[in-house]
């Protein structure tokens, strides 16, 4: 059985992957338009279970059409909050904690593919440098009997692309490492999910077996 600690420190361990992963990347944050913010926040209580799949698409239609407003969001979290007020505790439990994994989810999928498409680039850059240092050798070779101070320049220029090609693959590794690990906690969020299912599934049987009983005891 899965306890809170335990889901914890899950959690902490994937937001360490995710800060490590966005430095590796070097990426700079812009400012997001409102309706880039008003769908991220849709998306965050899509996670936290505020809203389902059939409002979710319907609310974003009507953020990129401009006929969704913040107000609009907060009467969601509003009807959202009600609606958890009347439920169980362990069901409301369950539910924020399988909306915790999938926000989790999410951002590994997000920060993964992000990463994936900065290993191509960076690749194709070393795919370059590499040639560029193998021509650059090759001039040297060419010119070294009739030109030695124009041979040496040519191979100062190919120390210069190896610096920068060996800069590119520690940032590749680093990448490449990123991406194992968002895979790890994948597994990791897998296994917990299932653990929340059965849960829920030995918490229903209960209720249900306490709804049977409650007859029997009353005669």
């Known amino acids: 059985m899965m306890g809170h600690h335990g889901m914890g420190f899950l959690f902490r361990l994937v937001e360490e992957v995710l800060e490590q992963n966005r430095e ?9 338009t409102e309706k880039e913010q008003l769908d991220e926040e849709l998306k965050i209580m899509y996670a936290s279970g505020d809203i389902d799949e059939d409002g979710f698409d319907r609310m974003r239609i009507g953020i990129r059409t401009g006929k969704v407003t913040w107000q609009d969001l907060e009467q969601l979290k509003k009807e959202a909050a009600e609606r958890k007020l ?5 069901e409301r439990d369950l539910k924020r904690a399988r909306a915790d994994i999938e926000k989790q989810r999410g951002a590994l999928l997000r920060a993964k593919e992000e990463s994936l498409v900065l290993v191509t680039d960076l690749s194709n850059r070393l795919s370059g440098l590499k040639t560029e240092a193998n021509e650059l050798e090759s001039k ?13 320049s040519y191979l100062e220029q190919k120390q210069d692309v190896e610096d920068r090609m060996a800069k590119i693959e520690q940032q590749l590794t680093a990448l490449q490492r990123d991406i194992e690990r968002v895979e790890e906690l994948n597994t990791v ?14 918490g229903r049987l209960a209720a249900l077996r306490t709804r049977i009983q409650k007859p029997k005891e009353a005669g």
């Open 140 to 152: 040297a070779r060419e010119v070294l009997k009739t030109d030695e101070v124009t041979a040496r």
């Open 86 to 90: 009347a439920e169980i505790p362990e």
């Open 189 to 202: 969020l897998d296994e917990k999910e299932e653990e929340l299912k059965i849960l829920e599934a030995r």
């Open 24 to 32: 590796n990347r070097e990426r700079k944050p812009r400012a997001l």
